[in-house]
């Protein structure tokens, strides 16, 4: 049985931020607001999954932040105009966790260590690993689920060889295999 038809409202959502919900920018990072594009259908697909799942968290690794490539204050920025448009068209995150320390720094808290599942599970003691899903576009997004005690799903648009418990194209196929999944069992 697929994890999607046991998903209950009690279920938590870990998304990853950039390639998922934004445009990933290419060997770069998101510095300012302005460099901050949504996904298409990201939005709404934030929105329909808010109904799905108790909590949902955005956990990204924002390194730009620890190289001095842009200020914590900017980031803040970004996430509060990311989190307004999402309430405005009806979707909710519960809290966003940014990890922006560099590579091999210790103690290392950047994805794929569980160390942010391991915050949010502190602040939100109700979250179930076992049930809850990660979203990401990378294999350290999968890792981080599996460490963790996930289920993985991985954001591809393109073959790939990395490993996941379910593969969509964007986060819309997601949020549309659960609603359909929703809609089924509570015939
Ligand atoms: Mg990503």
């Known amino acids: 049985m697929s994890f999607i038809e046991q998903i209950k409202p009690d279920w938590s959502l870990f998304l990853d931020r950039d390639g998922v919900i934004n445009v990933r920018p290419v060997n770069d990072y998101v510095k300012c607001w302005s460099d901050f594009e949504f996904l298409p259908g990201a939005i709404e697909a934030i929105a329909s999954l808010s109904g799905y799942f ?19 204050e900017a980031l803040q920025e970004i996430h ?12 909710r995150l519960t809290r966003i966790y940014s990890c922006t320390c ?3 720094t ?19 003691p109700q979250i179930n690993f076992r049930h ?28 790939t060889n990395i490993e996941a418990d379910l593969i969509v194209s964007d986060l819309m196929e997601l949020a549309e295999l659960i609603s359909k999944q ?5 015939k």
Request: glycine share 10%; charged share 20%; with cysteine.
């Open 54 to 72: 108790h909590l949902v968290f955005v956990v990204t690794n924002q390194q730009g932040v620890g190289k001095g490539l842009m200020k914590p």
């Open 80 to 91: 509060s105009n990311m989190m307004k448009h999402i309430n405005e068209a009806g979707g």
């Open 102 to 104: 560099l590579q091999n």
């Open 106 to 124: 210790f103690p290392d808290c950047r994805k794929p260590s569980p160390f942010m599942a391991n915050q949010a599970k502190v602040e939100f």
């Open 132 to 159: 809850s899903v990660m979203v990401g576009d990378t294999l350290t997004d999968m890792q981080f689920g599996k460490n963790s005690g996930m289920h993985t799903v991985l954001v591809s648009s393109d073959e």
């Open 182 to 186: 929703q809609k089924k069992s509570s």
